[in-house]
């Protein structure tokens, strides 16, 4: 069971690309950013979909900015209106 969203929630606002600016690793936090500078995350919404649908695109440089590239992609799926889940 989800909570359910908050009031005046709008996926589409979140759509573009967003820079961290600090971070706060915990023990059970995204694993995959533990080693993470330079981190983004590109979320565009999917063409063929009317519903709110998104892909995310998560990367970063390990350890330093000319470190290893990583990513990891996932989607945001709208079940129903106003209700978005990862």
Known sequence: MSPPVAMGFQNERYN?????V????????????KDCVCT?????????????????INSCRKLAPSGDFMNATGGWVCLRINLVRW
């Open 16 to 20: 573009g690309l967003w820079y961290e």
């Open 22 to 33: 600090a971070k706060a690793q915990t023990s059970g936090g995204a694993f995959f950013e």
């Open 40 to 56: 983004t995350i590109d979320i565009q919404p999917v063409s063929s979909s009317n519903n709110g649908d998104s892909t995310a």
